[in-house]
Structures are given as C-alpha cells and as structure tokens.
T-cell receptor, first 115, second 118 residues
Framework: AQSVAQPEDQVNVAEGNPLTVKCTYSVSGNPYLFWYVQYPNRGLQFLLKYITGDNLVKGSYGFEAEFNKSQTSFHLKKPSALVSDSALYFCAVRDPMNRDDKIIFGKGTRLHILP | GAVVSQHPSRVICKSGTSVKIECRSLDFQATTMFWYRQFPKKSLMLMATSNEGSKATYEQGVEKDKFLINHASLTLSTLTVTSAHPEDSSFYIC??????????????FGPGTRLTVL
C-alpha cells in the first residue's frame, strides 16, 4: 500500500535562509508526487508535482522539489524563505499500480518563517 | 490554475439538522470530485470519491447514509451531512480533478467549509 511520511511536525527557518521540508514515500511502482500548501482556514493550494522526467521540479512561489528514487524522497525546498511562506505543507503520493484516483497525504509540516 | 469554490465557507447548526455543502469547479469540467475531512492539526482524510452521474464511492468507515454525496453535473458536487451531531464538526474540503488522465492530472482544492454543530 502506498504511504507518505513527513517526519517533521514543524520547521522553523529565519527569513532569507534556505528552507527544506522533508517527505519520504512508499509505493509499489514509480510514484506520482505532489506538494500542497494550506493557509489558515483555507483549502489546499497546489505547488508542484513530479510525474516523470527531470528529478528537480519547479513550482509556484519559488518552491522546488527534488525526486530522489534511491532515497524514496521528495523534499520541498526554497532558496530564500519569506515570512509569507509560513503555512502548513502537505506532501502527497499516488501509486500508479493502484487502480483508483486516490492520493495519500502526509500528516503535514507546519513551516514557521521567523522575521 | 483551476478554481474550485465551496459554499458556505462556514456554517453553524443545531444538533439533528442537516447541512448541505456545495463544491463547484468554476472554469473547468470535473468528472471526478473528492470530499475530505480535516480534523484540527491533522491531515486530510478522504471520505468519498464522486463521479458525475454515478454513485459516490465511500472510504471504509464513512457512513454513506450520514454523508450524502450527489454529483449531478460536471461542475457541481454536494455533500449533505444528515442529522448532524457535534462529533461531525470539522473542516470539510472538496477537490476536483482536472482532465481525464487519472494518475497524472492534478487535484485542485476548494477553500473548505467549517462546520460547527452545537
């Protein structure tokens, strides 16, 4: 069965510093991976996805993520954090070996950018 | 990107009443919509998958008679919480999948509905 893990409940980063939000996954085949961001009392906003091709995926708001098959990871990164990046971040995975539409979400990582 | 709306954004109701939440895809047709429930400081729990013109597929443990889902058109799905009780209080989020490529197309999410049952 597919699963996704976000090992950190919270990440604190000073404004202007690079940030990383970690995500690892487990699937039967080649994964389809997603990152979403959620602001308080709002739905999820799509940031980026990896389906195939270049391991480094660039997304919205300057975020990028690197797919690492050997480490089964898909960490979210940004070179220079902004206070406005403070939010809840979800990693999600879909296993193409499963014959359904479902994507599985991690438990989320709260990112605090300190001014 | 694709826009998904939800209405209402917030609802407070008395125990025993029913509440309907609407989910609309504003600028695309969504053959498949999804309903999630999110508890405070928790991840999203998929409740059901809704396909236009057919019955919804409910996840294990989700009561289909309690959470009625209707997907009457390609742009509208509704979730009705019947005979709501305080334990049904939660943040309900819908999403819609763009396109017909099941595995590679992105899900876009609505802004969520905060339900409080007194």
């Amino acid at each position: 069965a597919q699963s996704v893990a976000q090992p950190e409940d919270q990440v604190n980063v000073a404004e202007g510093n690079p940030l990383t939000v970690k995500c690892t996954y487990s699937v039967s085949g080649n994964p389809y991976l997603f990152w979403y961001v959620q602001y308080p009392n709002r739905g999820l906003q799509f940031l980026l996805k990896y389906i195939t091709g270049d391991n480094l995926v660039k997304g919205s708001y300057g975020f990028e993520a690197e797919f690492n098959k050997s480490q089964t990871s898909f960490h979210l990164k940004k070179p220079s954090a902004l206070v406005s990046d403070s939010a809840l971040y979800f990693c999600a995975v879909r296993d193409p070996m499963n014959r359904d539409d479902k994507i599985i979400f991690g438990k989320g990582t709260r990112l605090h950018i300190l001014p | 990107g694709a826009v998904v709306s939800q209405h209402p954004s917030r609802v407070i109701c008395k125990s025993g009443t029913s509440v309907k939440i609407e989910c609309r895809s504003l600028d695309f047709q969504a053959t498949t919509m999804f309903w999630y429930r999110q508890f405070p400081k928790k991840s999203l729990m998929l409740m059901a998958t809704s396909n236009e013109g057919s019955k919804a597929t409910y996840e294990q443990g989700v009561e289909k008679d309690k959470f009625l889902i209707n997907h009457a058109s390609l742009t509208l799905s509704t979730l009705t919480v019947t005979s709501a009780h305080p334990e049904d209080s939660s943040f309900y989020i819908c999403s819609a999948r763009v396109g017909l490529a099941v595995f590679t197309d992105t899900q876009y999410f609505g802004p969520g509905t905060r339900l409080t049952v007194l």
